[in-house]
Nanobody, 121 residues
Framework: QVQLVESGGGLAQAGGSLRLSCAAS??????MAWFRQAPGKEQEFVAGITSTGRINYAGFVKGRFTIFTDNAKNTVYLQMNSLKPEDTAVYYC?????????????????WGQGTQVTVSS
């Protein structure tokens, strides 16, 4: 069975940092990504990485977030620095069995349960 297990969400102060983790099992993927959904807003793409190391970021990241993988642990991470209150959202890990670095949620076959990130002023 394919599983995506997320961890690392929680509460941070503005300007602080959090690292989200997504441990994948069951198969390998061509792409993995992070999406988020803030209260009253539509779900949006945050960052993605392909099996060849190609990376794509949303414009609002502006150097604050970094996506990377630990292949030995079969885990993808989202390092979030310089957090802002507007980063408050439920963050979802997603994985695709085909395609490369898509930003649309429809491109992803598997999803984690979501983890809450709250940034206070």
């Amino acid at each position: 069975q394919v599983q995506l297990v997320e961890s690392g969400g929680g509460l941070a102060q503005a300007g602080g940092s959090l690292r989200l983790s997504c441990a994948a099992s069951g198969r390998t993927f061509t792409s993995m990504a992070w999406f988020r959904q803030a209260p009253g807003k539509e779900q949006e793409f945050v960052a993605g990485i392909t099996s060849t190391g190609r990376i794509n970021y949303a414009g609002f990241v502006k150097g604050r977030f970094t996506i990377f993988t630990d292949n030995a642990k079969n885990t993808v991470y989202l390092q979030m620095n310089s957090l802002k209150p507007e980063d408050t959202a439920v963050y979802y890990c997603a994985a695709a069995s085909s395609g490369w670095g898509a930003t649309q949620r429809e491109a992803y076959d598997y999803w984690g349960q979501g983890t809450q990130v709250t940034v206070s002023s």
